[in-house]
């Protein structure tokens, strides 16, 4: 499912750029590549990063 709309980042994408390292849904972003712009995803971006932070 897409997370960012903006980006079209997928959950997956976030989630695999947290197991890389990304700490926070900028980083995870900037692994990706792309940065926030309206910022709407970024209390769901965060949920899954800390979804994902205790999954790893
Ligand atoms: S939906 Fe992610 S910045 Fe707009």
């Known amino acids: 499912m897409v997370v960012c709309v903006c980006n079209a980042i997928r959950e997956a994408d976030v989630r695999e750029a947290v197991r890389k390292g990304a700490s926070c849904p900028l ?25 994902e932070s205790v999954a790893a």
């Open 27 to 51: 980083s995870a972003y900037q692994a990706l590549g792309r940065r926030p712009r309206c910022g709407q995803c970024l209390p769901y971006a965060r949920s899954i990063v800390a979804d």
